[in-house]
């Protein structure tokens, strides 16, 4: 794993280049300790690495790379799993190889192929591809999302990088706060599509490339999407289905255990971890080691049941317990760590399975992707139940109830209630789940109800904070498919890429590990979303066939349990070791000399949470966790 940046002043100038790259590249040392390398050319281009040697340890590994006749330059994150089946079929086409890695594999097929090369790949990337005859710049981020790539382009200049601090290290990107990308963050927790934190810098999206020719503008298309799977229903029994599938997921996590290096699997003791654990001990020779972390505090701690399924498996266990004065000195460096507002706060035992095994491996497997793509998360089954609870209701009934709901307001309710103390904070809870619930009424659809289910601020709610925002995204209702398939279809291309994926990306580069995921092979994705719905959502409930595949391998009594993810106590810490934080960044003035938020609004946020409105949590997180960002960035 590595971190990659490049920048092309258009025209021609050569001046600090090689000074703005090597600073661009320090940036990005924690994702590659083992080796960085520059590249300039006359043209006013630029091209770093900093590596983590997982492929191929020697000096031949080295980037950026050039090729023999000095035409094609190429910088690459990620691990291309299958390079030794092109490597031959390049060597049967008569190319030669010095070393043994996947990024020459990848030079020589842009040379065979062109970009098209990039369909037969296997794996995840971020790759910049330079062809000096041509004068083209391409990048190209996997199809999945799985290894980020970030861009900017004023229009004479461009530059892109791994991270959003490599791209701070040239003087044309400004950093100014990009409104609709805050009102989002705010909504959801974290920041989508092509979208940032800061105006004119943009994400590739996932299964896109983008080509730059000298004196044109960029010009970005998709090459891949899940999309084109749904049109092709799966034929066979369900039986054939099944041993299908299960061939095609232990082909995939073989894939994943290429690799010159140790490697490890973080184990929850949930579906998908255990899923990839059983199966990787079943068919991979060699002993596996796995990684837990545990909590203090019972309601979020499943360590026992990960022991549980490692000891079945015979894998080499280690786990952590967590505790909140640990967790508080992650949290202080949480801008640091995510480079751009970020409100899973998940992240922080994510990093800290990520730094256990970094002790030991140098590669990890995290079994992300399941819940996307086999109709998994508890979120699903409530939008579904309700979806067809509302559409019994006719629409006249609706409109009526939700008619009604406007007129309840704290005042009415006060003169409704003479004499009654009801404090103000069980007032304001009262109207914000009355609130609730007409957007509920409002939105029977599952792309309204999605909607309702995963904003943990309101659009009306960030109007009164920042003012002037509507949600950028559209909602799952605008994808096709079934309700079910619909919001699987926005989780996977939103909530799984720029949260989940984000998340590991970033803790495991943090202590400059590799994180793979086994479950998001694009092979698997496509057979997921052609998966009739009784098999992903059946008799055993959510990812039924999954857990039919599960069963067989581990008793069903260690993981038939409710999903509980892979959350943290964060009420208890924000009331407790936490206040001292949030009082010192949510503090009146801080907030009003920055000029972004309305104070006062904050300010009764934060008063209502400590007077005991749990509700409020998350929205109070997430205001914490964006000033903590600007604190270092903003």
């Known amino acids: 794993m590595c971190g990659i940046v490049g920048i092309w002043k258009q025209d021609g100038r050569q001046e600090h280049i090689r000074d703005d790259l090597s600073r661009a590249v320090a940036r990005l040392r924690h994702r590659g300790p083992d080796d960085q390398g520059v590249w300039t050319n006359n043209s006013g281009l630029g091209l770093g690495h900093t590596r983590l040697s997982v492929l191929d340890l020697s000096p031949l590994g080295h980037q950026p790379m050039v090729s023999e006749d000095r035409r094609y330059v190429i910088v690459f994150n990620g691990e291309i799993y299958n390079f030794r089946e092109i490597r031959q079929s390049l060597a049967d086409a008569g190319h030669s190889f010095s070393g043994t890695g996947d990024t020459e594999v990848i030079l020589h097929a842009f040379r065979e192929w062109g970009t098209d090369c990039v369909k037969q790949f296997i794996g995840m990337f971020a790759i910049a591809f330079w062809d000096e ?15 980020p790539l970030y861009f900017s382009w004023d229009g004479a200049t461009f530059c892109f990088g791994s991270e959003l601090k490599a791209l701070r290290a040239f003087s044309h990107v400004t950093g100014d706060i990009a409104h609709e990308s805050l009102g989002e963050f705010l909504q959801y927790g974290y920041i989508a599509d092509d979208r ?6 943009h994400k590739l999206r996932p299964g896109h490339r983008l080509t730059l020719k000298n004196r044109r503008q960029p010009v970005v298309e998709p090459y891949w999407s899940v999309l084109d799977a749904l049109d092709k229903p799966l034929a066979g029994t369900d039986a054939d289905i099944e041993a299908e599938l299960e061939a095609l997921l232990v082909d995939s996590f073989r894939y994943r255990m290429v690799s010159d290096v140790p490697i490890g699997v973080y184990l929850s003791g949930g579906v998908d971890s255990s899923l990839v654990t059983a199966l990787l001990a079943k068919h991979y020779k060699q002993s ?22 490692a000891q079945h498996c015979g894998t080499e266990h280690t786990e952590y317990i967590l505790g909140v004065r640990e967790a508080l000195k992650i949290v202080k460096d949480w801008g640091t760590l995510f480079d751009e507002p970020f409100g899973d706060s998940s992240g922080i035992p994510t990093l800290l399975v990520s730094r256990l095994s970094s002790e030991q491996v140098k590669v990890v497997l995290s079994a992300d992707g399941g819940d996307e793509l086999f109709n998994g998360y508890s979120v699903y089954t409530s939008v579904l139940e309700r979806v067809n609870a509302l559409d019994r209701i ?21 003169a409704r209630m003479p004499g009654i103390p009801v404090p103000v904070t069980a007032f304001n809870s009262i109207i914000r789940k009355m609130n609730r619930l007409k957007r509920m009424i409002d939105n029977p659809t599952s792309g309204g109800l999605m909607d309702f289910y995963v904003s943990y601020w309101f659009p009306d709610e960030i109007n009164r904070l920042i003012g002037g925002y509507e949600s950028p995204r559209p909602t799952a209702g605008s994808y096709p498919g079934t309700a079910a ?16 994926l984000t998340k590991v990306d970033r803790t495991t580069m943090a202590v400059s590990i590799e994180g793979r995921e086994p479950l998001l092979d694009h092979r698997l994705a496509e057979y997921a979303f052609r998966l009739p719905l009784h098999l992903r959502r059946g008799s055993l409930g959510p990812k039924h066939l999954l857990k039919k595949i599960l069963y067989r391998h ?9 999903k509980q993810g892979f959350g943290i106590p964060l009420e208890d810490w924000l009331r407790t070791d936490l206040k001292e934080l949030t009082n010192e960044y949510l503090a009146p003035d801080r907030i009003r000399n920055a000029g972004i938020m309305d104070w006062k609004l904050v300010c009764q946020l934060v008063k209502n949470f400590y007077a005991g409105d749990a509700d409020l949590t998350s929205p109070l997180w997430f205001v914490l966790a964006f000033e903590m960002w600007r604190e270092q960035w903003g």
């Open 394 to 414: 006719p629409a006249g009934v609706r409109k009526f109830l939700s008619t009604g709901l406007v007129q309840i307001s704290p005042s009415r309710l006060d």
């Open 554 to 562: 581990i008793p069903r009594t260690l993981v038939d349990r409710p």
């Open 196 to 201: 940032t934190i800061y105006q004119g810098v």
């Open 485 to 500: 398939d619909q919001i699987s279809l926005w989780d996977f291309h939103n909530y799984l890429p720029e949260d989940i």
């Open 288 to 309: 596996i080691r796995t990684f837990t972390i545990g909590f203090e505090e019972d309601g979020h701690d499943e360590s026992c049941w990960a022991k549980k399924v």
């Open 133 to 147: 005859k041509e004068q083209q710049l391409e990048l190209i981020r996997d199809r999945i999302g799985v290894k």
